[in-house]
């Protein structure tokens, strides 16, 4: 398994559902799942996909600019660091964003998010 080829196509899969399907991002975490978004911490499937079906814009493109990523621990897990551009809809500037994922496998040999840090980075 070539870490950096799971983790690009874990971020090409990742943000193509959060730009189509926002509710179609259930399949990746669990209910021990955690996601901070700016600052605020939500824990667990239904809780994580109610915030990000809930952010206050319908339409988005995530352009993603670096991935990089580590192996994480003896479980197998992988750290996966991603900085890039989010456009909204309807706006002119692009937003620039940072996320982090802890990848944690399953026993069918996938990964799901463990671990989810989420920042706008303002300038």
Not at 27 to 49: P, R
């Amino acid at each position: 398994m070539d870490p950096d080829a799971v983790a690009k196509a874990f971020v090409e899969h990742y943000y193509s559902t959060f730009d189509t399907n926002r509710a179609g991002l259930a399949g990746f975490y669990q209910e021990a799942s955690m996601l901070t978004f700016e600052g605020q911490k939500i824990q667990g499937v239904q809780s994580i996909v109610a915030k990000l079906t809930s952010l206050p814009f319908q339409q988005c493109k995530h352009n993603i600019s670096t991935v990089d990523c580590q192996p994480s621990g003896p479980a197998s897990g992988m750290l996966v660091f991603v900085s890039g551009n989010l456009q909204l809809a309807g706006e002119e500037h692009a937003l620039k964003f940072s996320q982090m994922f802890h990848l944690m496998p399953t026993p069918q040999g996938s990964f799901y998010v463990f671990n989810d840090i989420f920042r706008l980075n303002y300038s």
